[in-house]
């Protein structure tokens, strides 16, 4: 099984947000991340980059 970090992206450094996540969901504006148990942490912004080698998901957050 492959689990993933979720990170934004920061001016300088990314930005840890959550950690353990089975699936992520993209949709309308918003990035959906359900860990290993199910947890669900939705995230305003959109996806920059997936990793899957070094288990990473980067977004970018909107301003809105």
């Known amino acids: ?3 993933s970090s979720v990170y934004k992206k920061g001016p300088e450094e990314n930005i840890f947000l ?3 996540i089975a ?4 949709k309308d504006g918003e990035v959906v ?7 669900r942490t939705v995230l305003k912004g959109e996806i920059l980059d997936i990793d899957l080698m070094e288990n ?3 977004i970018k957050e ?3």
């Open 1 to 3: 099984m492959c689990l």
């Open 18 to 20: 959550c950690k353990n």
């Open 23 to 26: 699936r992520v969901l993209p």
């Open 33 to 39: 991340c359900y860990d290993l148990m199910g947890q």
């Open 56 to 58: 990473i998901i980067l």
């Open 62 to 64: 909107s301003d809105v």
